[in-house]
């Protein structure tokens, strides 16, 4: 039984992980940048939620409702700003630019938040559970997290496959030059991709946030995860990346039960099988 | 006397520091169609990218309904009503026949063309309109091409190289189209390589050679001796 509890812990966990890895993919599939601060980017997000949370003295989850607008903002701004001016045909600059930013995101925290770990608190809902039949247990948090990383996938394709925003995604990412015939303007759309992609990495940030502690430093290992979940499921497919990171989190807590030592590194060997075998990943790219 | 819709002067391209257009000066009317003929890497091409907006080092104005468009991006000038079939019709992979329409309607200028009047000139899209776009055989592919142009409503189309690598039966059934799809009050600009359909369907006829033009003059009064002198330069 012990067994499948860690499978199902996997399972909740691994929503989590989608979510890490759905900005990601979003951003990737749509304008081809690999954003390496995005993992800073779900700290940053935890940190402000944090910040808001405490000084309006609000449910870390209604501080959403303050942090989304302000993440999407910067997203766009940043993506404006800066990161269209680095996105051509040599995929270097973006990655340098962005590592960068990795480190000022970083450095800053640091500076403000000092490098204790914090953590907000959700009230009773981190510690409430539901009993299953077999003497199984699940965490109502863990629950609710898992059913709304489900919906925001689910979301996410649908803006994707039908809406007019999705299909200027998708055109603007097969062909920049004849989007822009359409009167599609890239950076618009560019802009547009970040800002949905950092209203995605605020809900996963608040929701690392309230599951785990977190310090300034945590950012690149979530991107480590995210670019996992995302190369699991198939580069582009959204329900993919959901299985990539029910992969990923069932494979850490199946080495956790193993041995505690083992959590992070089962999940690296699972993604190295993938990629040896099936080095697209597991699913296809969704077109039309 | 029509109104001028388009007009370059002494348009001079550029890609990085290779000239690709030597002081090329074209008039567009309104209601006129104009073909732009020439041998491969004459700049018929490279004209049709720095109208649009795709060439972003040129010299001298390219003026649209009177007003300077040099420096536009090419979204922006596609908003004012200058649309383009480009050569190899570049449908979009990932999206159905029926979203490249869409796509090309979500300017929302209005005029004539809806989904069910490009349905209507083009029957063989309807029934595909689910499709990957890349399923369509070349012909269907250029009609969606087209359809996503007029979705624009445009007040000019240029048809870059209209029946490269089309059979000879298809590109028959697009030329008895284009009389219904360039209405009237739409101008045209057709860059061709079959100088016979490039004269039997415009107005006049530009010819380039080596990015400077070489011939202009109504197609109906240019000779066959004049045009292969332009052509080839012998």
Not at chain 2, 25 to 45: M, T, V, Y
Request: hydrophobic share 50%; charged share 15%.
């Amino acid at each position: 039984m012990d067994w499948i509890n860690s499978i199902i812990q996997g399972i909740l966990v691994g929503g989590l992980y989608a979510l890490f890895a759905a900005g990601l993919s979003l951003i990737f599939g749509v304008m081809r940048l690999v954003n390496i601060a995005h993992g800073d980017l779900i700290i940053l997000s935890a940190f402000l939620g944090l910040t808001i949370s405490t000084s309006l003295n609000l449910h870390p989850f209604i501080s959403l409702i303050v942090v989304i607008p302000i993440m999407a903002i910067f997203g766009y701004v940043l993506q404006r700003g800066i990161l269209n001016k680095t996105l051509g045909n040599d995929i270097l600059p973006p990655l340098l630019v962005t590592f960068g930013l990795s480190i000022i995101i970083q450095n800053s925290l640091l500076e403000i938040y000092t490098a204790d770990p914090q953590k907000m608190n959700a009230g009773v809902i981190e510690v409430a559970s539901l009993s299953l039949p077999g003497g199984l247990s699940i965490g109502w948090y863990p629950l609710i997290m898992f059913v709304i990383s489900v919906l925001i996938i689910g979301i996410l394709q649908f803006i994707f496959y039908k809406t007019a925003l999705g299909r200027a995604f998708r055109a603007t990412s097969d062909d920049q030059e004849i989007a822009q015939l359409m009167g599609l303007s890239k950076n618009h759309i560019f802009g547009l991709a970040m800002a949905i992609s950092m209203v995605v990495v605020t809900i996963a940030g608040i929701f690392l946030g309230v599951r785990t502690s977190f310090d300034p430093a945590a950012g690149p290992s979530r991107l480590i995860f995210g670019f996992e979940a995302v190369i699991i499921g198939g580069l582009g497919n959204l329900w993919g990346t959901l299985i990539g990171g029910i992969i990923l989190g069932v494979s850490q807590n199946i080495g956790a039960k193993i041995n505690p030592g083992w959590q992070i590194l089962a999940g690296h060997i699972a993604f190295i099988i993938v990629l040896a075998f099936r080095p697209k990943g597991l699913f296809h790219r969704i077109d039309g | 006397m029509p109104n001028k819709v388009l007009e370059t002067k002494n348009l001079n391209a550029y890609y990085g520091d290779f000239q690709a257009l030597f002081e090329v000066s074209i008039d567009l009317f309104e209601g006129e169609i104009i073909a732009i003929i020439g041998a491969n890497g004459a700049g018929k091409s490279t004209f049709m990218r720095s109208v649009t907006g795709l060439i972003d080092r040129i010299d001298n104005e390219i003026n649209y309904k009177g007003l300077s468009i040099k420096g536009l991006r090419a979204d922006e000038i596609a908003k004012k009503g200058l649309a383009m079939v480009p050569e190899g019709r570049k449908l979009f992979p990932s999206l159905s026949v029926e979203e490249n329409l869409l796509i090309g309607g979500q300017i929302k200028r209005l005029g004539p063309w809806k989904l069910n009047t490009v349905y209507e000139l083009f029957p063989d899209l309807y029934d595909k309109r689910n499709i990957p776009s890349n399923l369509l055989s070349g012909g269907q592919q250029q009609m969606a091409a087209i359809g996503r142009a007029l979705m624009s409503n445009p007040d000019v189309i240029l048809f870059d190289e209209i029946s490269l690598g089309l059979a000879p039966i298809i590109i028959k059934s697009i030329y008895q189209n284009l009389p219904k799809v360039i209405q009237k009050g739409m101008s045209a600009i057709i860059v061709e390589q079959d100088i016979s359909k490039a004269l039997e369907i415009s107005d006049r006829v530009y010819c380039l050679q080596e990015g400077r033009i070489a011939l202009f003059g109504e197609s109906k009064q240019l000779t066959r001796q004049e045009i292969s002198k332009a052509y080839f330069g012998i």
